[in-house]
Protein backbone atom coordinates (compact mmCIF):
# COMPACT_ATOMS: atom_id res chain seq x y z
CA UNK A 1 0.00 0.00 0.00
CA UNK A 2 1.70 3.00 -1.56
CA UNK A 3 -0.69 5.55 -0.17
CA UNK A 4 -0.90 6.72 -3.93
CA UNK A 5 -3.96 4.50 -5.71
CA UNK A 6 -4.42 4.71 -9.59
CA UNK A 7 -7.15 3.27 -11.82
CA UNK A 8 -7.30 1.56 -13.69
CA UNK A 9 -4.48 -0.36 -13.75
CA UNK A 10 -4.79 -1.81 -17.40
CA UNK A 11 -6.29 0.23 -20.07
CA UNK A 12 -6.54 0.10 -24.40
CA UNK A 13 -8.69 2.42 -26.26
CA UNK A 14 -8.92 3.33 -29.61
CA UNK A 15 -8.27 6.24 -31.21
CA UNK A 16 -11.19 7.68 -31.29
CA UNK A 17 -12.43 7.12 -27.67
CA UNK A 18 -12.19 9.21 -24.93
CA UNK A 19 -11.14 8.18 -21.12
CA UNK A 20 -9.85 8.65 -18.34
CA UNK A 21 -7.02 8.13 -15.85
CA UNK A 22 -7.66 8.37 -11.87
CA UNK A 23 -5.13 9.55 -9.21
CA UNK A 24 -6.02 9.49 -5.52
CA UNK A 25 -3.78 9.99 -2.69
CA UNK A 26 -4.69 9.33 1.11
CA UNK A 27 -1.12 10.86 2.06
CA UNK A 28 -2.49 14.68 2.79
CA UNK A 29 0.03 16.09 0.05
CA UNK A 30 -0.82 19.48 -1.63
CA UNK A 31 1.31 18.39 -4.85
CA UNK A 32 0.74 16.10 -7.08
CA UNK A 33 2.13 14.80 -10.70
CA UNK A 34 1.62 12.86 -13.89
CA UNK A 35 4.22 11.25 -15.35
CA UNK A 36 5.34 9.12 -18.55
CA UNK A 37 7.20 6.47 -18.81
CA UNK A 38 7.92 4.81 -22.17
CA UNK A 39 9.77 2.01 -22.90
CA UNK A 40 13.29 2.50 -23.81
CA UNK A 41 13.32 6.56 -22.77
CA UNK A 42 13.51 8.43 -19.60
CA UNK A 43 10.96 8.87 -17.11
CA UNK A 44 8.94 12.24 -18.63
CA UNK A 45 7.38 14.59 -16.42
CA UNK A 46 3.65 15.90 -17.76
CA UNK A 47 1.76 18.16 -15.33
CA UNK A 48 2.21 19.75 -11.81
CA UNK A 49 -0.49 20.82 -9.17
CA UNK A 50 0.46 22.44 -6.45
CA UNK A 51 -2.61 23.04 -4.30
CA UNK A 52 -5.15 22.23 -6.81
CA UNK A 53 -3.36 24.67 -9.51
CA UNK A 54 -1.39 24.16 -12.46
CA UNK A 55 2.26 25.13 -11.76
CA UNK A 56 3.85 23.15 -14.93
CA UNK A 57 2.85 21.94 -18.35
CA UNK A 58 6.12 20.50 -19.83
CA UNK A 59 4.61 21.34 -23.74
CA UNK A 60 2.26 18.12 -22.90
CA UNK A 61 -0.44 17.90 -26.56
CA UNK A 62 -3.52 19.01 -25.97
CA UNK A 63 -5.21 15.42 -26.31
CA UNK A 64 -4.01 14.86 -22.40
CA UNK A 65 -6.08 16.76 -20.63
CA UNK A 66 -5.16 16.96 -16.67
CA UNK A 67 -8.02 18.08 -13.75
CA UNK A 68 -7.21 18.25 -10.16
CA UNK A 69 -10.99 18.64 -8.45
CA UNK A 70 -9.13 18.52 -4.70
CA UNK A 71 -5.69 18.03 -3.52
CA UNK A 72 -6.41 14.59 -2.88
CA UNK A 73 -7.24 13.77 -6.64
CA UNK A 74 -5.83 14.17 -9.94
CA UNK A 75 -7.69 12.70 -13.07
CA UNK A 76 -6.21 12.54 -16.45
CA UNK A 77 -8.42 12.97 -19.62
CA UNK A 78 -7.46 11.24 -22.84
CA UNK A 79 -9.33 11.92 -26.15
CA UNK A 80 -7.92 11.00 -29.93
CA UNK A 81 -4.96 9.43 -28.78
CA UNK A 82 -2.01 8.28 -30.99
CA UNK A 83 -0.52 4.94 -31.00
CA UNK A 84 2.73 6.25 -30.07
CA UNK A 85 0.88 7.43 -26.71
CA UNK A 86 1.02 4.07 -25.37
CA UNK A 87 2.96 3.78 -22.17
CA UNK A 88 2.95 3.39 -18.68
CA UNK A 89 0.97 6.72 -17.02
CA UNK A 90 2.13 7.18 -13.45
CA UNK A 91 0.84 9.26 -10.57
CA UNK A 92 2.96 10.58 -7.65
CA UNK A 93 2.33 12.94 -4.93
CA UNK A 94 4.72 14.99 -2.42
CA UNK A 95 4.73 17.41 0.21
CA UNK A 96 5.35 20.95 -1.07
CA UNK A 97 8.51 21.81 1.17
CA UNK A 98 12.05 21.23 -0.15
CA UNK A 99 13.65 18.28 0.43
CA UNK A 100 10.94 15.65 0.19
CA UNK A 101 10.34 13.02 -1.79
CA UNK A 102 7.35 11.80 -4.39
CA UNK A 103 5.54 8.83 -3.88
CA UNK A 104 3.97 6.91 -6.99
CA UNK A 105 0.98 5.15 -7.49
CA UNK A 106 1.39 1.89 -9.50
CA UNK A 107 0.76 3.50 -12.35
CA UNK A 108 -1.87 2.86 -15.68
CA UNK A 109 -0.82 0.86 -18.51
CA UNK A 110 -2.32 2.27 -21.50
CA UNK A 111 -2.48 0.97 -24.96
CA UNK A 112 -3.82 2.76 -27.45
CA UNK A 113 -4.94 0.68 -30.51
CA UNK B 1 18.89 23.36 -16.00
CA UNK B 2 19.55 20.14 -13.42
CA UNK B 3 20.13 16.81 -14.51
CA UNK B 4 20.55 13.67 -13.46
CA UNK B 5 23.19 10.98 -15.87
CA UNK B 6 23.38 7.68 -14.64
CA UNK B 7 25.20 4.65 -16.03
CA UNK B 8 23.46 2.50 -18.53
CA UNK B 9 21.91 -0.85 -18.42
CA UNK B 10 21.87 -3.69 -18.33
CA UNK B 11 24.15 -4.50 -15.50
CA UNK B 12 23.94 -8.36 -15.66
CA UNK B 13 25.16 -9.68 -11.45
CA UNK B 14 25.72 -13.30 -9.93
CA UNK B 15 23.40 -13.45 -6.86
CA UNK B 16 26.27 -12.70 -4.14
CA UNK B 17 28.07 -10.15 -6.06
CA UNK B 18 28.86 -6.43 -5.19
CA UNK B 19 26.91 -3.82 -6.73
CA UNK B 20 27.59 -0.12 -8.07
CA UNK B 21 25.41 1.76 -10.34
CA UNK B 22 27.24 5.40 -10.73
CA UNK B 23 24.53 8.57 -10.68
CA UNK B 24 26.08 11.71 -11.11
CA UNK B 25 24.14 15.58 -11.61
CA UNK B 26 24.32 19.05 -11.94
CA UNK B 27 22.42 21.46 -9.71
CA UNK B 28 22.00 24.60 -8.60
CA UNK B 29 22.43 24.76 -4.44
CA UNK B 30 22.02 21.86 -2.62
CA UNK B 31 19.72 19.72 -3.82
CA UNK B 32 18.32 16.58 -2.62
CA UNK B 33 19.20 13.17 -4.01
CA UNK B 34 17.34 9.98 -3.74
CA UNK B 35 17.56 6.11 -5.43
CA UNK B 36 13.96 4.41 -6.18
CA UNK B 37 13.37 1.10 -7.56
CA UNK B 38 10.64 0.07 -9.79
CA UNK B 39 9.84 -3.92 -9.94
CA UNK B 40 8.77 -5.18 -13.26
CA UNK B 41 4.78 -4.33 -13.53
CA UNK B 42 4.75 -1.76 -10.70
CA UNK B 43 5.39 2.29 -9.56
CA UNK B 44 8.40 3.49 -8.17
CA UNK B 45 9.94 3.24 -4.67
CA UNK B 46 11.71 5.08 -2.66
CA UNK B 47 14.92 3.23 -1.86
CA UNK B 48 16.61 5.49 -0.21
CA UNK B 49 18.01 9.58 -0.02
CA UNK B 50 20.15 11.97 1.48
CA UNK B 51 19.45 15.53 1.99
CA UNK B 52 23.21 17.22 2.51
CA UNK B 53 26.77 16.52 1.40
CA UNK B 54 28.54 13.83 3.24
CA UNK B 55 25.12 11.94 4.29
CA UNK B 56 24.82 8.57 3.36
CA UNK B 57 21.49 6.98 2.94
CA UNK B 58 20.66 3.07 3.48
CA UNK B 59 18.41 0.36 3.31
CA UNK B 60 17.91 -3.17 2.59
CA UNK B 61 21.70 -3.48 2.43
CA UNK B 62 21.91 -0.14 0.11
CA UNK B 63 23.57 2.57 0.26
CA UNK B 64 24.78 6.06 -1.53
CA UNK B 65 26.75 8.90 -0.03
CA UNK B 66 26.23 12.65 -1.17
CA UNK B 67 29.53 13.59 -2.40
CA UNK B 68 29.04 17.06 -3.11
CA UNK B 69 32.67 17.82 -4.46
CA UNK B 70 32.13 14.88 -7.01
CA UNK B 71 28.63 15.71 -7.46
CA UNK B 72 27.66 12.13 -7.15
CA UNK B 73 25.42 9.49 -5.38
CA UNK B 74 26.18 6.15 -6.39
CA UNK B 75 23.98 2.97 -5.15
CA UNK B 76 26.45 0.07 -3.28
CA UNK B 77 25.03 -3.03 -2.39
CA UNK B 78 27.38 -5.71 -0.73
CA UNK B 79 26.03 -8.97 -1.60
CA UNK B 80 22.88 -8.68 -3.94
CA UNK B 81 20.16 -11.18 -4.25
CA UNK B 82 17.73 -12.44 -7.17
CA UNK B 83 14.98 -10.47 -5.92
CA UNK B 84 16.50 -7.21 -6.16
CA UNK B 85 16.40 -7.37 -10.10
CA UNK B 86 14.79 -4.29 -10.56
CA UNK B 87 15.46 -1.22 -12.43
CA UNK B 88 17.14 1.76 -10.56
CA UNK B 89 16.31 5.62 -10.77
CA UNK B 90 18.46 8.39 -9.51
CA UNK B 91 16.79 11.07 -8.53
CA UNK B 92 17.51 15.28 -7.53
CA UNK B 93 15.20 17.73 -5.68
CA UNK B 94 15.73 21.45 -6.63
CA UNK B 95 16.22 23.76 -3.34
CA UNK B 96 12.85 25.20 -2.52
CA UNK B 97 13.99 28.62 -3.97
CA UNK B 98 14.54 27.56 -7.52
CA UNK B 99 10.70 26.84 -7.62
CA UNK B 100 10.62 23.48 -9.09
CA UNK B 101 8.96 21.33 -7.60
CA UNK B 102 8.85 18.32 -8.91
CA UNK B 103 12.30 15.64 -9.05
CA UNK B 104 14.57 15.05 -11.90
CA UNK B 105 14.98 11.53 -12.63
CA UNK B 106 17.93 9.83 -14.24
CA UNK B 107 17.06 7.31 -17.02
CA UNK B 108 17.27 4.45 -14.92
CA UNK B 109 19.36 1.11 -15.11
CA UNK B 110 18.15 -2.39 -15.19
CA UNK B 111 19.52 -5.16 -12.82
CA UNK B 112 19.48 -8.62 -13.46
CA UNK B 113 20.70 -10.81 -10.72
CA UNK B 114 21.10 -14.46 -11.63
CA UNK B 115 21.09 -17.80 -9.74
Known amino acids: ETGVTQTPRHLVMGMTNKKSLKCEQHLGHNAMYWYKQSAKKPLELMFVYNFKEQTENNSVPSRFSPECPNSSHLFLHLHTLQPEDSALYLC????????????FGQGTRLTVV | GDSVTQMEGPVTLSEEAFLTINCTYT??????LFWYVQYPGEGLQLLLK?????DKGSNKGFEATYRKETTSFHLEKGSVQVSDSAVYFCALSSPWDTGRRALTFGSGTRLQVQP
Open chain 2, 50 to 54: ATKAD
Open chain 1, 92 to 103: ASSETGANTEAF
Open chain 2, 27 to 32: ATGYPS
